[in-house]
C-alpha cells in the first residue's frame, strides 16, 4: 500500500532526520512506529502521509509515484486514501462534532445532507452517536479523539496514520481509543500508529523500531496459537 525505498531526508539547516530508510506497509497491516524522542517518526509520519517528499529515495502510495506528482494530484491523491488522527485532535472549536465530522468530507463530492448523514453514521459506530451535537469543549479528551477518528475515517481511507493519539489521554480513555483503532483494523482498514510508548507498540502485530533515523529493528509478532486443551 505505501512503500519507502532507501528514503532521506534532511532539513534545511543539514538535519538528517531519516537515513536511508526503506519500509513497506501492506494492506490490512496494523503496525507501530516507535522510537524514542528525536528518532525521526514525525519525519517518517509526514512521508508516509504524503505531506512532506523525501530528499532522496522513493515514496509509493498505492502504486503511485509521489515524486512524480504535482501538489494539487497529491493532495486529491492523500484526501482519497488517507486519514490523519493526532495527538491534540485538531478538532474545530465552536462545531459540533457532526460538523467536524462533516467538514472532512468536503472534498468528496457528497451533497451537505448526505455529508451529516455519513459524519452521523460514523460518529454512532465511534460509540457517539448521542453526543453529535456536542461542541470539542463540552467533551473529554477521550471522546474528543473518538470523534477526530470518526473524521479520519469517514471518507473511508485505505490508510489510517494516528500520531501519538493517546497521548494525551489518561490510560482509561487510551485504552478506549487503542480499542477503537483496533476495531477499524479488524473491519479492513491499514493502520500505522506513531508512538514513543513501548508498551503501546508491543500490543501490535508489527512494530517498526527507530533511532537516529533509521529503521533498527522491524517485528513481527505472531498472535498467540490457539491451544486445545485436552481432558
Ligand atoms: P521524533 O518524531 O522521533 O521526535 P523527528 O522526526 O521530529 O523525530 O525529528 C528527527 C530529527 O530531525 C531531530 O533531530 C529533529 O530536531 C530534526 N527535525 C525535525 N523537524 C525538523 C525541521 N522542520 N527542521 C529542522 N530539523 C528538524
Redesign the pocket.
Known amino acids: 500500500m505505501i512503500t519507502l525505498t532507501d528514503v532521506t531526508k534532511t532539513?534545511?539547516?543539514g538535519?538528517t532526520?531519516l537515513d536511508g530508510v526503506s519500509l513497506a506497509v501492506g494492506p490490512g497491516e496494523l503496525a507501530a512506529i516507535v522510537?524514542p524522542?528525536?528518532?525521526?517518526?514525525?519525519?517518517m509520519l509526514n512521508l508516509l502521509g504524503t505531506l512532506d517528499r523525501p530528499t532522496t529515495g522513493r515514496v509509493h502510495l498505492d502504486g503511485h509515484d509521489v515524486g512524480a506528482l504535482s501538489d494539487a494530484g497529491l493532495s486529491a491523491l492523500r484526501a482519497s486514501r488517507i486519514g490523519f488522527v493526532f495527538q491534540q485532535f485538531h478538532l474545530a472549536a465552536g462545531t459540533s462534532a457532526l460538523d467536524n465530522v462533516a467538514d472532512g468530507l468536503l472534498y468528496c463530492g457528497l451533497r451537505p445532507a448526505e455529508r451529516r448523514r455519513r459524519a452521523a453514521t460514523v460518529l454512532d459506530r465511534v460509540g457517539l452517536g448521542h453526543r453529535t451535537d456536542h461542541h470539542p469543549h463540552e467533551l473529554s479528551g477521550g471522546e474528543r479523539q473518538r470523534v477526530a477518528i470518526a473524521r479520519a475515517v469517514a471518507g473511508d481511507p485505505a490508510l489510517l496514520l494516528a500520531d501519538e493519539p493517546t497521548g494525551a489521554l489518561d490510560s482509561v480513555s487510551g485504552q478506549a481509543v487503542m480499542r477503537l483503532l483496533r476495531e477499524l483494523h479488524s473491519s479492513g482498514t491499514t493502520v500505522v500508529i506513531i508512538t514513543h510508548d513501548r508498551e503501546l507498540a508491543a500490543s501490535l502485530p508489527r512494530q517498526v523500531h527507530m533511532r537516529d533515523?533509521r529503521v533498527i529493528d522491524d517485528v513481527l509478532r505472531r498472535e498467540a496459537p490457539v491451544v486445545e486443551v485436552i481432558r
Open positions: 532539513y534545511a539547516g538535519v532526520a522510537g524522542s528525536g528518532s525521526g517518526k514525525s519525519t533515523g
